[in-house]
């Protein structure tokens, strides 16, 4: 059996998998008149951007004349051009300087209760339904901004968040109130104000770590020291 899974693109949409059969699955940015089998919404994806489908005994991708390309493992494909895909290729759609808009991940797996959950960490619990988040049991307060940042990374646990990434997911968010939201200067205050709400000691944070130069990571266990 074998899936895709969003591991970066907007917020709402990390985490998602999607089972992939023998039928032709069309990757793109959906309009009232397309409606792609994956739909990832961003201007800068493709209305009918690449497609996935079952050839012989594996499954080929192929890059349907999009605006901003398609990438495998980090190489540009062709237009046009199938390409065999095998476990955990990543697809990289709309590269922009040298970013991709959103990343999936190709899995394969013998189980059949659906695509493997991503471990998370024990202490803490996110309902989406409700926007509430529980730190050790207790719900705590946050702003907007600070809501999705935590939903980034706790969706995308033990990997690093860009800034890029981060600034993506709270500036729809942005007021006046909390105009450090889209600032790339002001991203390690929002950090800070977040730490202050969910770490036990905020001066030596276990739960958020940063990765000089890259960006930020929600950690499954404590057993790592922060900066």
């Known amino acids: 059996m074998a899936y895709l899974v969003i591991e970066k693109g907007n917020v709402s949409d990390i985490g998602k998998a999607f089972e992939l059969g023998e039928v032709v699955i069309i990757i793109g940015n959906p309009t009232p008149d397309s409606r792609p089998d994956?739909?990832?919404?961003?201007?800068?994806?493709?209305?009918?951007?690449?497609?996935?489908?079952?050839?012989?005994?594996?499954?080929?991708?192929?890059?349907?004349?999009?605006?901003?390309?398609?990438?495998?493992?980090?190489?540009?494909?062709?237009?046009?051009?199938?390409?065999?895909?095998?476990?955990?290729?990543?697809?990289?759609i709309a590269v922009i300087h040298g970013e991709p808009r959103f990343r999936l991940r190709f899995?394969?797996?013998?189980?059949?209760k659906g695509p493997p959950a991503s471990e998370k960490p024990k202490w803490i619990k996110i309902d989406e339904d409700r926007s509430e988040v529980y730190i050790d049991g207790e719900i705590i307060s946050l702003t907007k901004s600070e809501y999705e940042l935590l939903l980034l990374l706790y969706k995308r646990s033990n990997s690093v968040c860009s800034r890029d990434e981060i600034i993506r997911a709270v500036s729809r968010w942005a007021t006046s109130e909390e105009p450090e939201a889209i600032s790339n200067e002001q991203i390690d205050i929002l950090i800070h104000r977040l730490r202050r709400k969910i770490e036990p000691n905020p001066a030596r944070p276990t739960r958020i770590i940063s990765r000089r130069a890259f960006g930020y990571k929600l950690m499954v266990d404590r057993a790592e020291d922060g900066q």
């Open 38 to 92: 994956i739909a990832l919404i961003d201007d800068y994806v493709s209305r009918r951007h690449a497609e996935i489908k079952f050839v012989g005994d594996g499954f080929t991708i192929r890059d349907l004349g999009s605006r901003n390309g398609t990438e495998i493992n980090g190489r540009r494909i062709k237009p046009g051009e199938l390409h065999q895909l095998r476990d955990n290729h990543t697809i990289d």
């Open 107 to 112: 899995k394969i797996t013998m189980r059949t």
